[in-house]
């Protein structure tokens, strides 16, 4: 036994080292997370606040993983996304003269386009070690289920309505890593802690307007006039952390709450541009390229009660509050970004800092979920399924191509078989997405340009029209529990130890 302790201790240790000095180059997330993650806790929902009892709890209750004791899991998601957008926008007369609107205006309708993200396996990694009867340390890593969405860059030969919006997050790639541990002070009572951070790179790639301020003798749209820019933000190391608690009165019922701290993104980026065809750029330059870049991620406050009634059944009903008011802008500050030789500009033009105006606001969300264990052709399986409701967090005046985010509603099944100390899970979750629509007229997205220095009278607004968006998630897992490593049990009424 002392030998098996020891290996198992060794096994744990390798893969959690592993997990957190590997590279996160296919946990790949940006923007919103479009639906719970991880396969036996997608499964059932995302109700896994209080029944969490392996290393799935890692991201939603770290108290829950001292009852996975020493254990090993490995899952992987393929989630494939597609959404929709049909622009509308107002277009209004502009006095010649005066570059003033005359009155008349008129909406319109633009092509549709077709987003898409490739469907990359999304994993999680992660090992746990009981190093005492009431201690389970654990380290690892994963990543949010979210889309890295690219839209064409023209649409019948024209350049694509949505190009101020976004052209492709196409080399983004961001995972959190941590570590931390679980308690049990008593027989009814699991606490748990870890600190981690969101690391890796977030790229994008849009444009933006090149036409000089007023309009005196271009059109805020003209292709001739767009700036191509990509910007890179990286490395991302963003600290951040999450507390715990799971009380169990009885066998029967379980209580669990858990709170994440926000992340705050301060990172070094690469501002790179293809300047206009327009004649005015036609000797400019680019010199320099270096930025800073910073927004915040929410805060996530969740709790759920999950019921036994039965031995072989476990439903779990949970609420959760996602802090997206933190998340108002994404600023870009230029170090140093200089234009040359624009003509009617100064010889060299200093490129103002730029902000992405968001405005989410707080969302709440609603789970229910369950598994019920049977036997089957000699092994013991668990049948799962559950479904969620979630808000928005984006008022409808902020909505855009770069996170289609409405209301959604996630149905999702999957099951496990036991294989002795392995078990092997799978699970499907369709992502029912309502649509949207931005009445032109309220849409607050500014279309930006580097070169204005003031900001225009009648701001051109990129973000109205129609929005949908759908998604497909399967998963797949494997966990090991090494033998004789279990919890203290819960005794029949609270507080026995």
């Known amino acids: 036994m002392q030998k098996l302790t020891n290996r198992a201790a060794l096994l744990a240790a390798a893969l959690a080292a592993g997990a957190l000095l590997s590279p996160p180059r296919d946990a790949r997330a940006a923007g919103l997370y479009f639906t719970d993650r991880g396969v036996r806790p997608l499964s059932r ?7 969490g009892d392996d290393l799935g709890a890692i991201a939603y209750n770290p108290a829950g993983v001292y009852e996975a004791g020493s254990q090993l899991l490995v899952d992987v998601g393929l989630f494939a996304w597609r959404g929709e957008h049909t622009r509308q926008a107002i277009v209004r007369q502009l006095d010649p003269n005066t570059g003033e609107p005359t009155g008349a205006r008129f909406v319109q309708t633009m092509d549709a386009v ?89 790229n994008s790639r849009v444009a933006v307007s090149g036409c000089v301020p007023e309009r005196m003798f271009c059109a805020p749209e003209d292709p001739e006039w767009d700036i191509h820019s990509e ?46 065809a327009a004649p005015v750029f036609e000797r400019a330059t680019q010199q320099g390229e270096d930025a800073d870049v910073s927004f915040e991620l929410p805060y996530l406050l969740r709790v759920g009660v999950e019921a036994r009634p039965v ?39 200093r490129v103002p800092r730029v902000v992405f105006p968001r405005r989410f606001r707080n969302a709440l969300s609603a789970r229910l979920g369950g598994e019920y264990a049977v036997e089957l052709l000699g092994r013991a399986w668990d049948l799962r399924a559950g479904l969620s409701l979630e808000e928005s967090a984006v008022p409808e005046a902020y909505l855009s191509v770069l996170t289609i985010d409405t209301p959604r509603l996630t149905a999702a099944a999957g099951l496990g078989v036991h294989l002795g100390p392995w078990r092997v899970d799978a699970s499907y979750a369709h992502v029912f997405a309502a649509d949207g629509r931005v009445r032109p007229e309220d849409a607050r997205i500014p279309q930006l340009s580097p070169v204005r220095a003031n900001p225009p009278r009648s701001p051109v607004t990129i973000n109205g029209g129609a929005y949908s968006a759908r998604a497909n998630v399967v998963g797949l897992g494997v966990a090991y529990t090494f033998e004789g490593s279990g919890p203290i049990r819960p005794a029949a009424r609270a507080g026995a130890r």
């Open 114 to 202: 077709t987003g898409s993200a490739p469907v990359l396996p999304i994993p999680t990694l992660a090992a746990s070690f009981k190093v005492h009867d009431r201690w389970v340390v654990w380290g690892g890593m994963w990543a949010p289920y979210a889309p890295i969405s690219s839209y064409p860059e023209q649409v019948k030969g024209e350049p694509a309505p949505q190009r101020y919006a976004l052209l492709s997050l196409e080399g983004s790639a961001l995972a959190f890593v941590g570590a931390g541990a679980a308690y049990a002070p008593s027989r009814a009572l699991r606490l748990g802690a870890s600190l981690g951070a969101l690391v890796g790179t977030f």
């Open 45 to 51: 929902g995302g109700a896994y606040i209080a029944g």
């Open 311 to 349: 031995e072989a059944l476990r439903v779990e009903i949970g609420l959760g509050l996602e802090g997206w008011s933190l998340h108002d802008d994404i600023r870009v500050e230029p170090d140093g970004v200089v234009l040359r030789d624009v003509a009617g500009f100064p010889e060299e033009f």
């Open 231 to 276: 910007l890179g933000v990286g490395p991302i190391v963003a600290p951040t952390g999450q507390l715990g608690a799971l009380w169990i009165p009885s066998p029967r019922w379980r209580v669990g709450a858990a709170f994440q701290l926000p992340v705050w993104v301060r990172a070094p980026a690469t501002f790179r541009a293809r300047l206009p």
